[in-house]
């Protein structure tokens, strides 16, 4: 049946959700208090977060070359990154914000451009040259990237019948309602898909390995709406209880680095293939940094988070200059991630609608780069307009260079965004409920879509990773959530 209606979108909502990662708070204890870490699990494995000195691994610091820069990547493992330019991988009596960053841009700075990328490489680490965007255009992979769209979304084979949106009896219900998804990702880019088809009514399992680190924090955020499971997909046991959350299965989101899941067995063609034996068709949506594993671009295989994206692509270049700096700096808040993430969603919404429809197995990608190449294509804002910006907005923030970090970047960021606009943060555009595996109240930005006829929004508030059992049965749900 077909409903028309108005939709409306508020902006105040898109500002806030776009900051979430640092608004999002348990008992109003956000990602920058220290005392956050105590309410949530630890599952920074490898103590990748465990420390200033090592946080600062994942940087964006000047190379031996004056005016060449470099974004080395400790991601979830500070101490392959460290040790790979000569520093030992803890530092218990380094806890000086500046001290560290002198530290480790002092190691940095023995090496060129070309020694770190190969160094990276070698040890497998997410890296990456800072690039101004022209000069990204003219690399083979930026030449590759720019050619593809947004993102894209084809058909993997289309020998099963269409399977129909499911029908509410009982008047306005949320559009992907009966639908199953299964969310094979960490941090925020990939999960904020996951998040998102929640939002709109579909049942979304987050599975996770109990042997993989991820960002403590994040999940506050990004696991709002879903069900959460362990299970390692190198163990038997493990794989069997996969394969039959599988069997029912209507969307797969894969966050990791391309090949990743198709190396445990379950690459999209299989998966398609296992579909039509079954009769119904899966939507395949993947989502990574460099973006291009279809056209075998260059970096396409290469690990890579929201800074790296930002920094190979030209986004930090362009901070920096905003900030009237002739040098890189990473953009506050994981506004790519959470860019990337809309765009994931959109193209898994294009799969489950052709899916309908049309019938078949879907494929849909982006990947952070894509999106990054996107929002540039937009342009800058006029100089009168970037001018007014840098007037209104505390001198502080400014002071910042290219070396500081991107909660440094962020905090300052915030604080200034707090000051001229207090209505982003109001109660109409903030949601709060008591998370019992979090023990406490969370508070997160509203969703920012609202469509006549149908409802937007999460029925259980968030969980940490591993938190539930790996089944589709007996799922809790609190549809009071949906007007709050």
């Known amino acids: 049946m077909r409903r028309e209606g108005e939709i409306r979108v508020s902006l105040e909502r898109v500002t806030s959700f776009l900051m979430s990662a640092y608004i999002t708070n348990v008992d109003g204890l956000d990602k920058c208090n220290p005392k956050t870490k105590e309410r949530i699990p630890d599952t920074d494995l490898n103590q990748a977060q465990s420390n200033l000195y090592r946080r600062l691994s994942a940087g964006l610091y000047e ?6 820069y470099y974004h080395i990547h400790g991601s979830l493992e500070a101490t392959k990154t460290l040790e790979m330019i000569g520093l030992p991988p803890f530092r218990p009596g380094l806890t000086d914000y500046h001290d560290c960053i002198g530290t480790i841009e002092e190691a940095v700075k023995r090496f060129s451009g070309t020694e770190l990328e190969k160094m990276n490489r070698e040890n497998r680490q997410a890296g990456v040259s800072v690039l101004t965007n022209e000069k990204y255009q003219k690399t083979a992979h930026g030449q590759v990237m720019t050619s593809l769209p ?24 949320q559009c992907l309602q009966g639908l199953r998804v299964i969310e094979l990702c960490r941090v925020i880019a990939g999960p904020t898909i996951g998040r998102s088809l929640a939002a709109h009514g579909a049942s979304v399992l987050k599975i996770t390995s109990p042997h993989l680190p991820d960002v403590p924090f994040f999940q506050l955020d990004v696991n709002t709406g879903k069900h959460t499971a362990s299970l390692h997909l190198k163990n038997a046991d493990d794989v069997q209880v996969f394969e039959s959350l599988l069997a029912t299965a209507d969307v797969i989101i894969d966050g990791y680095r391309p090949g990743v899941i198709a190396g445990l067995g379950y690459r999209p063609e299989d998966l398609a293939a296992r579909a039509a034996q079954r009769g119904k068709g899966i939507v395949y949506v993947a989502e990574d940094c460099f973006g291009g594993i279809e056209k075998d671009a260059e970096w396409a295989g290469r690990p890579g988070w929201q800074q790296i994206a930002d920094c190979v692509t030209g986004v930090a270049w362009e901070q ?8 890189p700096v990473v953009p506050p808040f994981p506004m790519s991630d959470y860019g990337t993430g809309c765009v994931g969603t959109i193209a898994a919404l294009s799969g489950i609608y052709r899916r309908a429809t049309q019938g078949g197995s879907w494929i849909c990608r982006t990947s952070l780069s894509q999106y990054n190449i996107f929002l540039q294509s937009l342009g800058a804002y ?5 001018d007014r910006l840098r007037r209104e907005h505390d001198p502080y923030f400014f002071k910042l260079r290219h070396n500081d970090s991107v909660d440094e970047v ?3 960021a915030l604080a200034s965004v707090k000051c001229l606009h207090p209505t982003l943060f109001a109660s109409r555009v903030m949601q709060s409920a008591y998370s019992e595996a979090f023990d406490g109240v969370v508070t997160w930005p509203k969703e ?7 409802k937007i929004g999460h029925v259980r508030p968030t969980r940490p990773n591993g938190y539930d059992k790996p089944t589709w049965e007996d799922w809790e749900s609190d549809e009071t959530l949906l007007d709050a």
């Open 382 to 386: 006029p100089a009168d307009v970037q």
């Open 410 to 412: 962020s905090q300052r």
């Open 448 to 454: 920012p879509l609202q469509v006549d006829g149908i």
């Open 63 to 68: 190379t031996r070359n004056r005016g060449e």
């Open 320 to 327: 920096g200059r905003f900030m009237g700096l002739n040098e």
């Open 150 to 173: 947004l993102f894209t979304v084809k058909p993997l084979s289309m020998d099963t019948p269409p399977v129909p949106f499911a029908e509410s009896a009982n008047g306005p219900a």
